[in-house]
């Protein structure tokens, strides 16, 4: 027998400590260039992105390993505290090549929470109901998203005091350390499959559907990526925008996360009268209007809150849509003792992270800041490619 809470107990838990998980990483997570702006020129800035996402991908391939050995349980509890002592850094810090290490620090221990929290609801979700339950958990954590830029911007308060947002995620860390504490000390841990990363790369590429579902992934986590570290900068410093005017956008862009991803969730489960339609349609309609969006961005530089916090929500109804249908789907497909698979898939965003700056760099050279959106329109229409290849889940 094995020592669990109830389900739905523990579902809605591990929600509540998703909610202030990502309370702690988006507070400060649409300042971080801007405040890494300050001592460090913007492809200098790339670089510093680029050597996270580097460590996060090996984070990513060792976590599996880690887990195995140490269980999950374990293996977050000590995230957590690492977690603490890099944020307790990057504000005491005044050194631009500490902070730098302590940026790409966090960055990789940031995803392998994330991994660890999947792992979780993994255990605790049944095949029946995979789309109901990570509609759920992606809202609640889109809920946070929907606040925590509003209260970043309050912390800034229209100055360069980049520090507070850092003291209010690291505030977030001590309820989330007590909260694994509390609930999962008695975690058992599934029989989880040993791959190396050769046998592991061989695994995913032996499902033709996982491969199509990753490259479509990537696509969407380089659409947040870049839309997370250089649109700040560009509605800042190209449009005009002060960091209070800056808030409230991105609030009202978000508020299409928690509205429409656990009803999209719940459908794609055939939950309304039996109604069901396949993941792989409305990805594809997601996908069509995040490019488009992003596309029509590049012809708007008027300084208007409601025009801009307009675009960008049009741009996020079909990301949402694009990242429960991708969630369910791979969800529906793996082994809960499939962590490696679950890392690999993982690993999506810092690739992103590597990627987007070059999409910077490269854009740049060769066009001005507005048409980056064109570009990057562009890269969420290619989606369509992998995406209607894809043959639909059922159950």
Known sequence: MTSRPPRTHIIYTIAVIGFIYTLHLVIPMYSNSSFLNIFADENTLSYIYMAGAALSIFGYLVAPSIIRRFGNYNTTIALIIIQICLFYGMVASTSA???????????????????????????????????????????????????????GSMLINGTDNYRNTYVAALAMLFP????????????????????????????????????????????????????????????????????DDIGIILVIMLIPFP?????????SDGGYGGVKYGQKKIMAIGFIIMGLSTIALSLFTLKSVALWATLLLITRIGA????????????????????????????????????????????????????????????????????????????
């Not at 504490?181 to 599934?190: E, L, T």
């Not at 791979?330 to 898939?345: C, E, H, N, P, Y």
Request: aromatic share 14%; net charge positive; proline share 5%.
């Open 320 to 395: 949402a849509a694009v990242e429960i249908m991708i969630e369910t789907y791979f969800f529906k497909t793996i082994s809960v003792r499939d962590s490696a698979a679950l890392g690999f898939f993982r690993i999506t965003r810092p690739i992103s992270y590597f990627l987007a700056p070059l999409i910077t760099i490269i854009g740049l050279y060769f066009t001005t800041n507005e048409y980056i959106f064109v570009i990057v329109g562009i890269i969420c229409l290619a989606a369509l490619i992998p995406v209607l290849g894809m043959k639909e889940v059922r159950g």
């Open 97 to 151: 090549l500490t902070l730098s290490v302590i940026f790409i620090l966090q960055t990789a221990v940031i995803g392998l929470i994330s991994l660890s929290l999947d792992i979780f609801l993994e255990v605790y979700t049944e095949g029946s109901n995979v789309g109901s339950v990570r509609g759920l958990y992606i809202a609640t954590l889109n809920a946070s998203w929907l606040v925590a830029p509003l209260i």
């Open 176 to 243: 989330l350390l007590y909260l694994v504490y509390r609930n999962f000390p008695k975690f058992k841990d599934p029989n989880y499959i040993h791959l190396s990363p050769h046998q592991l790369i061989r695994h995913v590429s032996s499902n033709p559907n996982w491969v199509r579902l990753f490259v479509a992934n990537t696509i969407l986590q380089v659409f947040y990526s870049w839309m997370v570290v250089y649109s700040p900068i560009y509605l800042n410093k190209t449009i005009g925008f002060g960091w």
């Open 259 to 267: 509205l429409i991803q656990y009803p999209l969730g719940k459908l």
